[in-house]
């Protein structure tokens, strides 16, 4: 979900009237959009920046408590897909639609929805009220099928386009659900031992007067500190995780986190598979869909979950502008796989671009499907290093004193 923003515009509407309003957008772009849609003519447009840390919980508190799952998405397309097939009037439709949808949220904006039609906006318009549910891509793709005239086969291709996104997301959860449990446990246990375990075990070795092994020292030495200033190590782990939302909430701090995404071992060549899919995917479904070619390049990057890809498609986008190839720009880049600048170079060179992106879509979806189900296979031996590490460490730790006490007492 794109994080909407606050914006302050002037604008003229075809009388002469100066209007000025404080609107929320997902983007500049799109507020442009909206107001020509309008007959407004922009002036003058800034951006109202809110403090840091108000605006970043704001939109924390949206992504995660406010946010419409992407199934109930799938089924409201679903249902306005049967709407306008079999005939049914929109807002009749809407009616019908809404007393099935469960999420309570959804409901609302699918009400201000119903209400936004019935004051004259169209289909599309009404959804740019609620961009935390209807990005731009998605809106984009039902105002082309409304100027088409071909909105049902617009929506027929967004669900297939959601259901590839949902499965997806099953995918990378089903295929992260062991590391995760495993991790998980070997916290649990490290707390368990560090707070209840080496204590009493550290008492013990107390009352016999000798050397420890160092890596019995050790380990006391962790536990008296965790138990002892229990609150610098939570103060630690919230400065920590404060340091780190701080550092990818701006622009720089972000670029490099997700330089760091795109190089870790194994899950690197999964990120950008994510990310080569869903270009296809997205560029394929909007140009089929009559939308623009720059529209469609602009609208498909603002999808894209990596800055990097963003610059990239920003640099796309500027040199279509000068008039050269979609490819151009592909092949001097190497965040892209040089087969996808080939393929697209001969598909615009045939005028055969869609089916070319759908080819190479499916393909990197099958490739990142392949790369999921091996996860756990590829990460197996090295949970299982560290878990037998960790382990022997710990043993090692707990009853090397107890060797040295036994060899003693049979002396």
Known sequence: MEETRSFQYKARDIQGKVIKKTVTHS?????????????????????VKAGLLSSKIKNIFLTFFNKTPLNEVLFFTKQLLVVYQVGIPILKGLEMIVDQIKDKHFKERLGQIQKAIQDGNGLSESMRKCPETFDDTYTALIEAGENSGKLDLVLSKNCSFLERKIENKRQIKSATFYPKIVIGVMLLVFVVIVYFVIPKISTFYDKFDGDLPFI????????????NYWYICLLSVIGLSVAFFLTVSNKKGLKLYHQFLLKIPIFGDIFKYLE????????????????????????????MSNVLFKEELSMIQESVNKGEMINTQLKKSKLWPDMMGGLIEIGEETGNLGNIL????????????????????????ILLFVIFGGVMFLALGIFMPMWKLTSIIKK
């Open 216 to 227: 019995t020292q050790s380990l006391i030495t962790v536990s008296d500190f965790c138990v």
């Open 276 to 303: 080569w899919t869903y270009f296809c995917a997205i560029l394929k479904l909007l140009l089929e869909s009559g939308v623009p070619v720059i529209r469609s390049l602009e609208l498909t990057k603002s999808s």
């Open 27 to 47: 983007s500049e772009e799109a507020l442009i959009s909206n107001l020509n849609q309008k007959g407004l003519f922009l002036i003058e447009c800034k951006e």
């Open 358 to 381: 759908d080819s190479l879509g499916n393909y990197y979806s099958d490739q990142l499907r392949y790369k999921l189900a091996n996860l756990s296979k590829t990460l197996e031996p």
